[in-house]
């Protein structure tokens, strides 16, 4: 069973069921904070059982996986001492060590989808995962700003609650990665503006590189088959 288990997340279709936990992270259990501390409590467990899913997925590179396990360790350390300490100012460092093992599992989703091979459907999923994985990350980064600098974000008020400035950043964070750009949020340190331009950046040519970078892969996978 165990040895099934790490076969099937070790795959491409381990891939699949990451884009799937992202997607119910971003668009079902994000919603979830408004119902309070038990929801926070509920995110914070899925999300780390969602990174956990990411070691599985590149399990068979030990260092790589062994590398985001010590960083989402850390990562959960720092949120309980958070929770269990809220005076302590460790909520910036919450929000940073969160995006560095986003970053982490980014980099090494990628090195899953590149790898050599015939493109599957599964890669292209684990393509799509990363993407809504840029989304959370930078929404991560923007707290991490706008704890250190509040006001960093110009949010409408009752945008979020007094303990909830992810959910704003989150959804500021997606219509900038996909340049939609309401412009109810807008960033107003410099830092913010610099930041909010590279993940619009990200957002225009991730897709475009990806495409580019997947059909160059199929047709050289096809040509080492023909011959």
Not at 190 to 210: D, K
Request: hydrophobic share 60%; aromatic share 10%; net charge positive.
């Amino acid at each position: 069973m165990r040895r099934a288990f790490v076969r099937y997340w070790a795959a491409d279709p381990g891939l699949s069921a990451l884009l799937l936990a992202v997607v119910v992270t971003v668009f079902v259990l994000r919603p979830l904070l408004g119902l309070g501390v038990a929801g926070q409590v509920l995110i914070e467990v899925w999300f780390a059982l969602v990174l956990l899913a990411g070691v599985w997925t590149v399990w068979r590179h030990r260092r790589q996986a062994i590398l985001l396990t010590v960083v989402i360790v850390i990562a959960e350390l720092v949120r309980l001492l958070h929770r269990q300490m809220p005076a302590a100012g460790l909520a910036p460092w919450v929000a940073l060590s969160g995006a560095l093992a986003i970053g982490i599992l980014v980099f090494l989703v990628l090195n899953r989808v590149f790898r050599a091979g015939p493109i599957t459907v599964q890669r292209i999923e684990g393509a799509v995962a990363v993407y809504l994985l840029f989304g959370l990350m930078w929404a991560e980064v923007y707290e991490f700003l706008e704890l250190l600098n509040p006001g960093a974000f110009q949010i409408p008020s009752g945008a979020a609650g007094a303990s909830d400035r992810f959910s704003p950043l989150l959804y500021f964070s997606f219509i900038t990665l996909t340049t939609l750009g309401y412009g109810d949020i807008v960033p107003v340190h410099p830092v913010a503006r610099s930041l909010a331009m590279v993940e619009a950046l990200t957002g225009q040519l991730y897709p475009a590189i990806l495409i580019a970078r997947l059909v160059s892969m199929e047709i050289a996978s096809k040509r080492g088959q023909a011959s």
